[in-house]
């Protein structure tokens, strides 16, 4: 993804937001965020259905009917799931969704962005680092498939950090880092990147190895000849 969509523009041309997923801060998203939550929930139940099936088969087994073991077990997920989705909801409220920086062409001010409610301005210069941390998963010798990236960013400020956020899939840990030097360099702020590699572990050779058809044409070879 291009630097520009993770350090852009504001919606009102007054700040510079280093966004880190579509469309945070805005109401919409906010309660996407929450559908999120539930949806997040509810596949976690599904993860446990093979438990679920395992409780009606013994309830069945020690005399319940299978109506009634069903029953049961669906109305105790249901309420675990009611009583959750306000927890995760929450969390996903609470997370940090966009940076904003004001005024757009030399900052002087920060504000996060949760959900849909940004927070009070504060002065940049609490702001101590922005950090870059990049992994680099590179390809073994042989390895058709392409190396795999992943950026997080971690805004550290003097009361604390926030992050580390995932940058979006495929965003230039090198435009970006320049970008934000530009951006905050003038004011004094660090663009600290941190860059991690590793080769990607080649698949495991099963015990004794692997040799297509090597063994069946040896044993039909022998075969032949000995029937001549």
Do not use: H
């Amino acid at each position: 993804m291009p630097a520009d969509e993770v350090l852009r523009p504001g919606r009102d041309g007054a700040t510079v937001d280093l966004v880190f997923e579509p469309g945070g801060g805005s109401w919409p998203a906010a309660a996407l965020l929450v559908v999120r939550a539930l949806a997040m929930l509810l596949a976690l139940g599904v993860v446990f259905l093979p438990a679920g099936i395992l409780v009606v088969a013994v309830a069945v087994i020690v005399g319940a009917t299978l109506v009634g073991a069903v029953t049961v077990c669906g109305a105790l997920w249901a309420a675990a799931v009611l009583l959750l989705w306000p927890f995760a909801a929450v969390a996903e409220l609470s997370s940090v969704r966009r940076v904003q920086f004001a005024p757009a062409g030399a900052p002087t001010e920060l504000r996060f962005v949760r959900g849909a409610r940004a927070g009070a301005w504060a002065p940049l210069s609490g702001l101590r680092r922005i950090q870059l941390d990049e992994s680099v998963e590179e390809p073994y010798e042989g390895d058709p498939a392409p190396a795999v990236r992943t950026l997080a960013v971690t805004v550290v400020t003097s009361t604390g950090g926030e992050g580390p956020r995932s940058a979006p899939k495929g965003t230039d840990a090198d435009a970006l880092q320049r970008s934000l030097e530009d951006l905050l360099g003038p004011a004094g702020v660090a663009v600290v990147r941190r860059t991690e590699r590793r080769v990607r572990p080649e698949p495991r050779v099963p015990a004794g190895g692997w040799v297509y058809g090597g063994s069946g044409s040896a044993n039909s070879g022998g075969g032949f000849s000995g029937g001549g």
